[in-house]
């Protein structure tokens, strides 16, 4: 029984470490190949940070802007390329550029330090950000913002682990008390 109980045990742990490696999604200490806030076109990227420092002066986010309001976009032109071409920046309501209202609009220019700001003050829904570089040929980036929007993906991610535990630790239970030796026992103690 107990031999049971430990690799049932055991095979819980290997199976709940191997669904929540997944889960491990970082913007912070990622290479560049790996970050989800890096655009490429070609051998061109782009890197898009928002910030919200009303609310959290040090938090840096990429597509899940967690609150309404103030929005600090900062896009930095990874390559020299891009810093030598006319660089734009629209912001619209919506998951595409067509038939959706434009919030924020930067006309391309020139970035020498490699660094578009910007800011716009965005409500609750989807967005998306587009880049466009005005070179040969003209390179386009688009990132899909989502607002103040719960993200279903995350929230299975960081509740899937407690689940198999409760799951786990009633299955135990289960054949615990199922067991003959607990029937035995419970026997034993009514006579």
């Not at 190949?33 to 490429?40: K, L, Q, T």
Request: glycine share 8%; proline share 4%; with cysteine.
């Amino acid at each position: 029984m107990v031999r049971q109980v430990t690799q049932a045990g055991t095979t819980a742990l290997i199976l709940a470490a191997f669904l929540y490696a997944g889960g491990a999604g970082a913007h912070g200490k990622v290479s560049m190949e790996e970050d989800s806030c890096v655009r490429r076109v070609g051998d061109s990227m782009v890197h898009l940070s928002a910030y919200q420092p009303q609310f959290e002066a040090s938090a840096q986010y990429c597509m899940e802007i967690p609150q309404v309001g103030d929005t600090y976009l900062v896009v930095d032109l990874v390559d020299q390329a891009l810093r030598e071409m006319p660089v734009g920046m629209k912001i619209v309501k919506g998951d595409s550029e067509t038939g959706n209202e434009t919030v924020s609009l930067m006309l391309p220019r020139l970035h020498p330090d490699g660094v578009l700001r910007g800011e716009t003050n965005l409500d609750q829904g989807i967005y998306t950000v587009i880049i466009s570089a005005d070179g040969m040929p003209p390179m386009r980036y688009q990132y899909a913002l989502r607002v103040q929007m719960i993200n279903y993906a995350n929230v299975f991610r960081t509740a899937i682990l407690p689940l198999i535990g409760i799951l786990l630790l009633s299955f135990l239970g289960y054949k615990l008390m199922k067991s003959k030796r607990m029937q035995a026992w419970r026997a034993s103690r009514r006579s």
